[in-house]
């Protein structure tokens, strides 16, 4: 297990077959919450892995903890919860997701 390492599932409202429902984060609680490695599932249980995640990106910002991801501060629509980081690796290492698409 990975020390200083905190494991994020994020369930979204579907908005349509080319956006996630479900985001997977492994966060760095030692480099101010930076995300290490990110997955993105969508409505047809595909994954996509990313290992590179701020490589496109413009601006670098921290992944919000699960108590303010849940308070509504950054908005609505999605429900975060921890983890274990044998779920993450489970899912990075597969090409289809077999868990719940939303937090109901």
Known sequence: MK?????????A????DDMPVVYL?????????????AIEIFADRKVKCIEDFYRDVIE??????????NSGEWG????????RE????????SDSYKGRLSAE
Do not use: C, H
Not at 3 to 11: A, D, L, R
Not at 13 to 16: A, L, T
Not at 76 to 83: C, D, E, R, T, V
């Open 3 to 11: 020390e200083n390492v905190e494991y994020i599932k994020v369930f």
């Open 13 to 16: 409202d579907y908005e349509s």
């Open 25 to 37: 984060y492994e966060v760095d609680l030692e480099d101010e919450r930076l995300a290490l490695r």
């Open 86 to 93: 044998e779920e993450f690796e489970e899912i990075w290492n």
């Open 76 to 83: 609505g629509g999605f429900f975060a919860l921890a983890i």
């Open 60 to 69: 670098i910002l921290s992944i919000p903890s699960v108590e303010d991801l």
